[in-house]
Nanobody, 115 residues
């Protein structure tokens, strides 16, 4: 059974940090591109960061320099370190795994940046 379970979301003040985790099971994690997406109320889901099976990373312009994606293939986990958080980072954050035409999504974790 395929599972992607996100954790680490919560409420943080502007300028603060959070670290999201996504634990995977049921598929060959190391062969998949892993990504973090987010969806704010009334907006479309957007790509935040991605990590290929070879370790290459890509970031949305809005988070470049503040967020860092990393993965531990042995533990089948992908992380998103989020620093210097802004109110506009408030959203539900989703983990996604993709390889060719196969895509899996997690259930999402809420991140709220507010004072």
């Amino acid at each position: 059974q395929v599972q992607l379970v996100e954790s680490g979301g919560g409420l943080v003040e502007p300028g603060g940090s959070l670290r999201l985790s996504c634990a995977a099971s049921g598929f060959a994690f190391s062969m998949y591109v892993m990504g973090w997406y987010r969806q704010a109320p009334g907006k479309q889901r957007e790509l935040v960061a991605s990590s290929t099976s070879g370790g290459s990373t890509d970031y949305a312009d809005s988070v470049e320099g503040r967020f860092t994606i990393s993965r531990d293939n042995a533990k089948k986990t992908v992380f998103l370190q989020m620093n210097s958080l802004k109110p506009e980072d408030t959203a539900v954050y989703y983990c996604k795994a993709q390889r060719l035409t196969t895509t899996y999504w997690g259930q999402g974790t809420q991140v709220t940046v507010s004072s």
